[in-house]
C-alpha cells in the first residue's frame, strides 16, 4: 500500500514539475521598437519641461468664473 502512494505522489510531483517548465521565446523587433519609442516620448516630455521651465503657468479652464 505505501509503494502505491509514493508512486502516486512521485507522479503528481512530476506533474507538478512539467508545469513549471517556462518556454522562451525568441525576442521580438517589434517590443524592441516599442521600448524605443516609449524611451523617446519620455526623452522629448522631460526635455519639454526643462524648456518650459517653472516660469511658464498654464491656468486651469475649470476654476474661472463665469460673468452673466
Known sequence: ????????????????RAQLVVVESPPSAVAAL????????AALLMA????VG???QFDDPTTTTLTR
Open 54 to 56: 517653472p516660469g511658464v
Open 48 to 51: 519639454g519641461v526643462v524648456i
Open 34 to 41: 516599442g521600448a524605443a519609442a516609449l524611451a523617446a516620448m
Open 1 to 16: 500500500m505505501k509503494l502505491t502512494a509514493e508512486k502516486d505522489i512521485a507522479a503528481k510531483i512530476a506533474a507538478a
